[in-house]
């Protein structure tokens, strides 16, 4: 049984030390074509976050501090100060690029801190950051598998699964390891207007996974929900507040009014945890993208000519509508999400549906 091609990370996006380009898959063309693009300059890494290129949080990131990397290479032959100013120039700019996922941030700054050290200890910054974003690369998988497979132990033989957007490699995870179990369950993907991330990559990785998949347009859910046909409603999430509040995708949080409405208990896939710098959701900041996007379908322009358009690319769920958020150690309720960062380790009986 084959784990999709979007779980581990380094296949989809690294950095040609050789070249001097981040490679990423583009994610706008998959599955229906396996295409990369070569990023040469930070303007173009940039672009590849901006303009969806990679999506998700963690992918994102990781492209983001690869391309510190490159700022690196580029600067070669300046001094010092010169270096460390390309370095900071290039950061900065990444950073402004999606504002509402907080593994960015720090991913971009650990890179952007790598390089400077290795300036000031007269080593190559470019490769200094490219090794710290490659340990954050496997880092990462092995956070998405651990919290998958956490995951697949909250699943039952014979769960439907609804699922908003596209939940990463936690979300692989989490349906191989329950395949493996013997568990029979299926998959339901909302589309996810306007880049169709849940009827591409969701779908996707159900497929190739072999669970039974079915494809739902955005405004289904709710007579699915009172014809019972959902057991569990599942997202990641690209931002979790320590309250436990949760950003994903525009579109989770009406998905988790009707949850609770028909008691189907929301699960969130939580990777690492939430942000210690978020204290609740009202601090989540929200990416408000280009409004045409949502004024075409597929490059074609389907809305009245006149009309304007209006595109928050995400939303921020309470924790009152969240059941319990599923990280790399352990299952919390959205109360006990707080603990994944105390130093004792987190409870070890299961979390309650609220």
């Not at 390309?86 to 593994?103: E, F, M, V």
């Not at 200094?128 to 998405?144: K, L, N, Q, T």
């Not at 990785?205 to 014809?227: H, K, L």
Request: glycine share 10%; proline share 6%.
């Amino acid at each position: 049984m084959p784990l999709p091609l979007t779980t581990r990370r380094g296949d989809t996006l690294w950095y040609d030390r050789r070249e001097g380009v981040v490679q990423v898959l583009d994610r706008r063309l998959y599955p229906r074509e396996r295409s990369y693009v070569a990023c040469q300059s930070i303007a173009e890494v940039a672009h590849a976050i901006e303009a969806m290129i990679v999506q998700g949080g963690p992918p994102l990131a990781y492209v983001g501090g690869y391309g510190v990397a490159l700022a690196g290479a580029l600067s070669r032959g300046q001094g010092d100060a010169e270096r460390r100013a390309a370095i900071r120039q290039a950061a900065k700019r990444l950073l402004a690029t999606r504002p509402t996922a907080d593994d960015l941030q720090a991913v971009v700054d650990g890179a952007r801190r790598a390089a400077e050290d290795a300036i000031e200890r007269g080593e190559d910054p470019e490769s200094a950051a490219a090794d710290y974003v490659e340990g954050e690369v496997a880092r990462g998988d092995r956070s998405s598998e651990a919290c998958g497979r956490a995951a697949a132990g909250m699943l039952d033989d014979g769960d439907v699964i609804l699922t908003h957007c596209f939940a990463g490699a936690a979300l692989n995870w989490m349906l191989f390891t329950a395949v493996e179990q013997g568990k029979q369950i299926k998959l339901v993907c909302n589309e996810t207007r306007p880049y169709l991330q849940g009827a591409r990559l969701a779908a996707a990785a159900g497929v190739e996974i072999g669970v039974p998949t079915t494809v739902i347009t955005d405004n289904m859910a709710g007579y699915c929900f009172s014809q019972g046909m959902f057991t569990k409603y599942i997202t990641a999430a690209d931002r979790i507040a320590m309250d436990g509040a949760a950003a994903n995708k525009v579109g989770t949080y009406q998905y988790a009014v009707l949850a609770r409405r028909h008691r189907v208990p929301f699960f969130v896939l939580g990777y690492d945890g939430p942000d210690p710098a978020t204290p609740d959701g009202a601090a989540i900041p929200i990416e408000l993208r280009d409004p045409s996007e949502v004024l075409s379908f597929n490059g074609v322009r389907v809305a009245a000519v006149g009309a304007a358009g209006f595109y928050p690319a995400f939303d921020v769920t309470p924790p009152e509508l969240i059941t319990a958020i599923v990280t790399d150690r352990g299952v919390f309720t959205p109360a006990q999400i707080r603990a994944y960062h105390a130093e004792r380790r987190p409870p070890d009986e299961p979390a309650r549906a609220i």
